[in-house]
């Protein structure tokens, strides 16, 4: 199983720019796909990003051309760049590996605010 720590979230103005990082710990990361989720409170978990073993990504429409999902299997490290951001993309963010992931990471709080 795997575990994952998620950081670099923040508060920044609409149109700006995060990066989040999500470190696992845990063998094999590299042959997992992986997942990027949001969870607005009151809400339920939102799927935006998905990276596959071999780095092929797919968004959410609601995301689509403004985040972009990177992995360096080397540092068992996923990346989220996350550009133009808009109110709604507050949130906490998640990562996840499906059927491997032991229990959900503490997440990283983005707050998009002017």
């Known amino acids: 199983q795997l575990q994952f720590v998620e950081s670099g979230g923040g508060l920044v103005q609409p149109g700006g720019s995060l990066r989040l990082s999500c470190v696992a710990s845990?063998?094999?990361?590299?042959?997992?796909?992986a997942l990027w989720w949001r969870q607005v409170p009151g809400n339920e978990r939102e799927w935006i990003a998905s990276?596959?073993?071999?780095?092929?990504?797919d968004y959410a429409d609601s995301v689509k051309g403004r985040f972009t999902a990177s992995r360096d299997n080397a540092k068992k490290t996923m990346y989220l760049q996350m550009n133009s951001l808009k109110a709604e993309d507050t949130a906490v963010y998640y990562c996840?590996?499906?059927?491997?992931?032991?229990?959900w990471g503490p997440g990283a709080q983005v707050s998009v605010s002017s």
């Open positions: 996840d590996a499906p059927g491997v992931t032991a229990t």
């Open positions: 845990g063998r094999d990361f590299e042959i997992y796909d």
């Open positions: 990276i596959n073993s071999g780095g092929t990504t």
